[in-house]
């Protein structure tokens, strides 16, 4: 059977695309993966990135990363203007929202962490680009920062691109989650995962276990019963891993199931949590959420949580179903 590409995806589910409020949005997801494919291209380059001249005037190993940093960030605000329906675009990298000057009215904002987990480049490790596609609201000619915070529920589209030993492109709209892996000879993503379904049952755990003595009890709870294996009450052994790039963290637990955290810490309490709402934890958890998990603050579902600022950081846990709902209903125990 030949391979299904992307823009041949695309154009097949343009049936799920035909109502007004998706209009259009097979040329934004069409724009945001030729931005994944050429960062992939530069993040390839590894350390030669550094030397090359086009990209960085040192090779200095934070001034590389921050340069691949920029450089990501730059390729996705020209990709968002091509097809000139993205009225907007907020990035991780951005105090403040670039707004598009079209003439016609852009029907969508884009919201984006260009390059994520990017302390992993100088190691050699995988990074990610994180994306999620929002409806400029009605009535909305020039969007102002406000017109961004609005709630995962909210989200059109949303995606991941992952940097790994391969490169691959992950995307749900709110119809399912497709995995599409990017064949460099052709120059275009193929789909190779249909239907991602996140496994129920799991037996891995990702955290950062060096903040153990600053997360809250809920979540020392649930570790210590993972830890205390087929001896305790889960009756099983779990294992761990953190490669400390969420892109890899969450594209593995969508493969083999398990469960992410990033929990509010005492470390963490005052700026609201480590992970970003709107370009980290909301794309991540409507893509989760579509592929049969969960995703919650430990507090409330994560695609309910209003934003009240672009840069909103907030507590994340999500993963397989019955794990998470676990984590849940120990926070709200220790609400009781
Ligand atoms: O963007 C934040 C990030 O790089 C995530 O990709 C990753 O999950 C996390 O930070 C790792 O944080 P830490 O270094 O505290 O383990
Ligand atoms: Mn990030």
């Not at 949005?25 to 993966?33: E, K, T, W």
């Not at 119809?175 to 249909?194: I, M, R, S, Y």
């Not at 087929?230 to 594209?251: I, L, Q, T």
Request: aromatic letters at 8%; hydrophobic letters at 40%.
């Amino acid at each position: 059977m030949q391979a299904q590409t992307f823009s041949t995806f695309l154009a097949k589910t343009q049936r799920y695309f035909s109502s007004a409020d998706h209009d259009g949005l097979p040329r934004v997801l069409n724009d945001v993966a030729s931005a994944c494919i050429k960062i992939s291209s530069i993040v390839r380059l590894g350390a030669l990135a550094g030397t090359s001249g086009s990209l960085a005037s040192t090779n200095t190993h934070g001034e590389t990363q921050q340069v691949l940093d920029l450089e990501s960030n730059r390729i996705f605000l020209e990709a968002g203007q091509i097809s000139g329906l993205i009225a907007g675009m907020a990035s991780e990298e951005m105090e403040q929202p670039f707004i598009e000057n079209h003439q016609q009215k852009g029907r969508y904002l884009l919201v984006f962490d260009p390059l994520d987990g990017s302390s992993n480049i100088s190691l050699n490790l995988s990074v990610g680009s994180i994306f999620s596609i929002l409806r400029c609201p009605d009535g909305v000619e020039v969007p102002a920062l406000q017109d961004f915070l609005q709630p995962g529920s909210q989200q059109v589209a949303a995606g991941y691109a992952l940097y790994g030993t391969s490169t691959m492109l992950v995307i749900t709209t709110g119809q399912g989650v497709n995995g599409f892996t990017l064949d460099d000879a052709l120059g275009e993503f193929v789909l190779t995962h249909p239907d991602m379904a996140i496994p129920h049952e799991a037996k891995e755990f990702a955290i950062n276990m060096s903040n153990q003595r600053f997360w809250e009890l809920p979540v020392q709870r649930y570790i210590a019963e993972c830890l205390a294996g087929v001896e305790g009450v889960r009756g099983k052994d779990f294992n761990m891993r953190w490669v400390a790039s969420m892109v890899a963290e969450v594209h593995r637990i969508l493969v083999r199931g398990g469960i992410f955290m990033y929990p509010v810490d005492e470390k963490t309490r005052e700026r609201g949590g480590r992970l970003r709402l709107l370009y980290e934890a909301n794309p991540m958890a409507f893509i989760i959420e579509q592929a049969g998990g969960l995703a919650s603050t430990g507090y409330e579902p994560m695609m309910g949580v209003q934003p009240l600022s672009l840069h909103q950081r907030v507590g994340v846990i999500l993963g397989s179903k019955v794990e998470v709902e676990r984590v849940v209903a120990y926070h709200h125990q220790q609400q009781d």
